[in-house]
């Protein structure tokens, strides 16, 4: 097990060179000029270039590249373009209101998921099942966005329940939390139905049941466990997606989080923040990744790593 993981992390560190350049290379070629954002469209040709050239974006790109890996590896993420704050603090006020909404969208998304996909795989093709699979597919097939203005509608504007944005309370992340995790409460509850009905199938759950196992026993002492593994591994990909992924919701909901402050960065063509945010997001989706490929092996000790 040490072996694989210090090989994982070892395979980090390439991976996020590669990632880091095309991060790079990819905001440098979205057409757009910050230092014509910054002057102002009144500004004349000189005042846009003595802007370019203290921002440096008058050097070649090579040498850019090569200024922002080093900066990178001494800790500096640069400063903002269009604040002039350090990048570290931007961020650093941001990212644990979206870390907060992201942990509170899996988790509710986690329980009920697999709830109703016990209940559908225990009750397959009966009533509990259909409703199990309609709720699945709604889940699914409703963008997010709109069910978030649906929500405000409902539960800000017409019952005054709930604040239209900001978190000022607790009861500003319920909202999102559902928005941004309906869609994954149905993927994970049919995957774990589809799962779970064909683990009930295996040699193992028959002999179980010969040998006078009640139900319950069988399913969630023997067949859950085994059946988690794929529902394991939509819950960490989605999760790695949620932190950046969560833009359009932030924006309805007029939430201070890290996808907010990125598109406000991209439309203001600030180029220190969306790399350092989209290195961030890269970073976390790769490190999810190794936690889901660890767990595995703690659900199934079949498993073994060389």
């Known amino acids: 097990m040490k072996k694989y993981i210090v090989k994982r992390i070892l395979g980090i560190i390439p991976l996020l060179f590669v990632v880091s350049f095309l991060i790079f290379l990819f905001i440098h ?36 590249y090569i200024d922002y890996m080093n900066n990178l590896f001494h800790g500096n993420l640069g400063e903002s373009i269009k604040s002039k704050v350090p990048v570290s603090e931007l961020i650093g006020e941001r990212i644990v209101p979206s870390l907060e909404l992201s942990l509170l969208s899996i988790a509710w998304a986690m329980v009920i998921g697999v709830l109703i996909g016990i209940i559908s795989a225990i009750f397959k093709n009966r009533w509990p099942d259909n409703i199990g699979m309609i709720t699945a597919v709604s889940g699914i097939s409703l963008p997010n966005f709109w069910l978030g203005l649906v929500m405000i509608q409902i ?19 319920l909202m999102p939390s559902i928005a941004l995790g309906a869609g994954i409460m149905a993927m994970i509850a049919r995957f774990t ?12 759950i028959r002999t179980g049941r010969s040998r006078g196992y009640s139900g319950l026993t069988i399913v969630f002492g023997h067949a859950l466990r085994s059946s988690l593994i794929p529902v394991v591994t939509v819950a960490g990909l989605q999760f790695g997606f949620l932190l950046g992924g969560s833009i359009v919701v932030e924006t309805v909901f007029s939430f201070p989080g890290m996808g907010r402050l990125l598109i406000n960065s991209i439309q203001m063509r600030d180029y220190p923040v969306v790399q350092a945010e989209l290195m961030l997001f890269s970073f976390e989706f790769i490190l999810v990744n ?14 073994r790593y060389d």
């Open 290 to 303: 190794l936690i889901v490929d660890l767990l595995y092996g703690f659900l199934n000790p079949k498993i």
């Open 155 to 173: 539960f800000s504007v017409k019952l005054g329940l709930l604040p239209t944005g900001g978190i000022e309370t607790w009861k500003g992340y």
């Open 29 to 64: 070629l979205v057409p757009g000029d910050p230092a014509r954002l910054i002057a102002g469209k009144d500004a004349d040709l000189q005042q846009i270039n003595a802007i370019k050239h203290q921002l440096h974006l008058d050097e070649p790109l090579y040498k850019q």
């Open 193 to 204: 139905r589809s799962s779970l009905v064909q683990t009930l199938k295996e040699d193992f």
